[in-house]
């Protein structure tokens, strides 16, 4: 099994641009979930999917989007990078309890 | 809102040192506890899980008790090596697995 693996690992983006983080696990886990990784802070959560089709908002939900459309992938959309999203994002998955997470992302924007 | 602290935020030992790393929560309703370990520009690992009926887990050097009722975990690890140097972030799940994390202990043990 490959896990939780997150693409690309490093992105550059400007002010205003679009783009999606990829998200996919092999595990055949119902839940997955977004989070954000700050100097300072605890991870926080994002979005998470309790299954295909399903969505819902965590803490710090605003500038981005989530769709589940089948139970291996969980792509977050940043709808118009603000330099206040320049973090390190990490998805995980889990089936009843115990959550294991991907390498992550690092987002920077300028 | 879930608050998780983590005591001390940092920690620096000589290889062979017994330590204890803690964790505190401020809402005891809680499905579970995870301690995860992160290495320097790395992902998370899962260490141990203990349920909320569990009073303690242990894998290897590696002991986590959970106290519910006074909102405390500890993460105990034997005879500390180099390779334990990492960030270790405890986690309590709230809701529908939602984990909510400190800001971890980052650990340095020296040879």
């Known amino acids: 099994n490959a896990g939780v693996t997150q693409t690309p690992k490093f992105q550059v983006l400007k002010t205003g641009q679009s783009m999606t983080l990829q998200c996919a696990q092999d595990?055949?886990?119902?839940?997955m979930s977004w989070y954000r990784q700050d100097p300072g802070m605890g991870l926080r959560l994002i979005h998470y999917?309790?299954?295909?089709?399903?969505?819902d908002q965590g803490e710090v939900p605003n500038g981005y989007n989530v769709s589940r459309s089948t139970t291996e992938d969980f792509p977050l959309r940043l709808l118009s990078a603000a330099p206040s999203q320049t973090s390190v994002y990490f998805c995980?998955?889990?089936?009843?309890?115990?959550?294991?997470f991907g390498p992550g992302t690092r987002l920077t924007v300028t | 809102k879930q608050e998780v602290t983590q005591i001390p935020a940092a920690l620096s030992v000589p290889e062979g040192e017994n330590l204890v790393l803690n964790c505190s929560f401020t809402?005891?309703?809680?499905?579970?506890l995870q301690w995860f370990r992160q290495d320097p520009g790395k992902g998370l690992t899962s260490l141990l899980l203990?349920?909320?009926?569990?009073r303690e887990q242990t894998s290897g050097r590696l002991n986590a008790s959970l106290d519910k009722s006074s909102g405390r975990s500890t993460l105990y690890i034997a005879a500390s090596q180099p390779g334990d140097s990492a960030t270790y972030l405890c986690?309590?799940?709230?809701?529908?697995?939602?984990?909510?994390f400190g800001t971890g202990t980052r650990l340095l043990v020296s040879p």
């Open positions: 203990i349920q909320s009926s569990q």
């Open positions: 995980a998955s889990g089936l009843q309890r115990e959550q294991y």
């Open positions: 809402d005891s309703a809680i499905y579970n």
């Open positions: 986690a309590p799940t709230t809701g529908f697995q939602k984990l909510v």
């Open positions: 999917s309790v299954g295909a089709g399903i969505t």
């Open positions: 595990m055949n886990h119902e839940y």
